[in-house]
């Protein structure tokens, strides 16, 4: 099984701030990485689909980048509605896993 | 616009059972793979199974084989999970989700499991 390491666990910033993310695969997931965001009470959403493709309707604001066993999820400069729970999520081995999550937080 | 919609969960017994569905539309149901993901109560993400567009193929977590069956109608447009055997540890919200690119593209808002006697 891969394991999915996100850091940090918690990230306190302001809004307008930049946010930077990591996720570090036990082994290489290629390019099949995923990120997704999930607000208190909602379902989650996909943001980034193969590392770096954002999906339909997704800001510009956030990115993705990465290979083998190394992803960033950047959000360039944070909105209010930014302020959630950011998961990593690889699809190159069964079973399919997630990471632990990083909680962004209003400082 | 894509929906889905879960149905089934509720309050169950220790080595109950409960068939979980999830209603499907805007898309073409029968061409994407779907899948189950749950998360209990204050924690993070697991996915729980996949089968493929056809039905053909299926995947299942190691905590759950054996116990959970993943099917579909595609005539309907409904994705199933019937759940066995069921355990405290499986107490979740479930999520189905399509998998039109690979990843989980769409999601439902999730059904309540409670499993509890």
């Known amino acids: 099984e891969i394991v999915l390491t996100q850091s940090p666990a918690t990230l306190s910033l302001s809004p307008g701030e930049r946010a930077t993310l990591s996720c570090r695969a036990s082994q290489s997931v290629s390019s099949y990485l995923a990120w997704y965001q999930q607000k208190p009470g909602q379902a989650p959403r996909l943001l980034i689909s193969d590392a770096s493709n954002r999906a339909t309707g997704i800001p510009a604001r956030f990115s993705g980048s990465g290979s083998g066993t190394d992803f960033t999820l950047t959000i360039s400069s944070l909105e209010p509605e930014d302020f959630a729970v950011y998961y990593c999520?690889?699809?190159?081995?069964?079973?399919?896993?997630f990471g632990g999550g990083t909680k962004v937080d209003i400082k | 616009e894509v929906q889905l919609l879960e149905s089934g969960g509720g309050l169950v017994q220790p080595g109950g059972s409960l068939r979980l569905s999830c209603a499907a539309s805007?898309?073409?149901?029968?061409?994407?793979?779907m899948s189950w993901v749950r998360q209990a109560p204050g924690k993070g993400l697991e996915w729980v199974s996949s089968i493929s567009g056809g039905g053909s193929s299926t995947y299942y977590a190691d905590s759950v084989k054996g116990r959970f069956t993943i099917s579909r109608d595609n005539s309907k447009n409904t994705l199933y999970l019937q759940m066995s055997r069921l355990r405290a540890e499986d107490t979740a919200v479930y999520y189905c989700?399509?998998?039109?690119?690979?990843?989980?593209?769409?999601w439902g808002q999730g059904t309540l499991v409670t499993v509890s006697s």
């Open positions: 999520q690889q699809r190159s081995n069964w079973p399919l896993t």
């Open positions: 989700a399509t998998r039109i690119s690979g990843s989980f593209d769409y």
């Open positions: 805007g898309f073409s149901f029968s061409s994407y793979g």
